[in-house]
């Protein structure tokens, strides 16, 4: 059964700190990994998606990186700025590919 | 171009009261799916479409039901509201019939209170 885990849960940086947000999954036979955000009461907004033959995914000033091996999916988000705060989620399918399953988020406040 | 459209974007119900929340694309998608957010628990499956007419349960499906007659419209159905059931509902599609093939697109969420 795939599970998805992220850490940390929560945290805070001054406004221009790069950081790295984890995650992990238990079932490596997936297609991609999705990378989410989540403003305040709103829905989901697909960041990055990283096909499984891949290592990196870039956007601007994210980078995702993939180790399907090792089951694990790194999103790093570079000179943060208070607009990138928000729920960070990753999510990847099921093996019979029928549900992506998602991680809990981590939420992510830059201060200014 | 609309994406993905829910509707209502709040409500509230009495125990035992049903309701129907709506989910359109527009995108010609193959797959579509309803998931309910709650606090700790993070977003969980409740029922899943791989195309019209064909449904499947998800994670955590009782209480609710569904059906997919056209490409485009995927409801969910509460037929006896319970206070359990108060949570944000997303809708969310992608292009191919297979989970996490694609980008997967969401809708902007329905937040529903069962007094």
């Known amino acids: 059964k795939q599970e998805v885990t992220q850490i940390p849960a929560a945290l805070s940086v001054p406004e221009g700190e790069n950081l790295v947000l984890n995650c992990s999954f238990t079932?490596?036979?997936?297609?991609?990994l999705q990378w989410f955000r989540q403003d305040p009461g709103k829905g989901l907004t697909s960041l990055l998606l990283i096909q499984s033959s891949q290592r990196e995914q870039t956007s601007g000033r994210l980078n995702a990186s993939l180790d399907k091996s090792s089951g694990r999916s790194t999103l790093y988000i570079a000179a943060s700025q208070p607009g990138d705060s928000a729920t960070y989620l990753c999510?990847?399918?099921?093996?019979?590919?029928?549900?992506?399953?998602f991680g809990k988020g981590t939420t992510l406040s830059v201060s200014s | 171009n609309a994406g993905v459209t829910q509707t209502p974007k709040f409500q509230v119900l009495k125990t035992g009261q049903s309701m129907t929340l709506q989910c359109a694309q527009d995108?010609?998608?193959?797959?579509m799916s309803w998931y309910r957010q709650d606090p700790g628990m993070g977003l969980r499956l409740i029922h899943y479409?791989?195309?019209?007419?064909?449904?499947d349960q998800g994670e955590v499906p009782n209480g609710y039901n569904v059906s997919r007659s056209t490409t485009e419209d995927f409801p969910l159905r509460l037929l006896s509201a319970a206070p359990s059931q108060t949570s944000v509902y997303f809708c969310a599609s992608s292009q191919d019939r297979r989970a996490g093939k694609n980008i997967q697109y969401f809708g902007a969420g329905t937040r529903l209170s069962v007094l």
């Open positions: 995108m010609n998608h193959e797959y």
């Open positions: 079932d490596s036979a997936i297609y991609n």
């Open positions: 999510a990847a399918n099921n093996q019979a590919g029928t549900a992506l399953i």
């Open positions: 479409s791989v195309g019209a007419g064909i449904t």
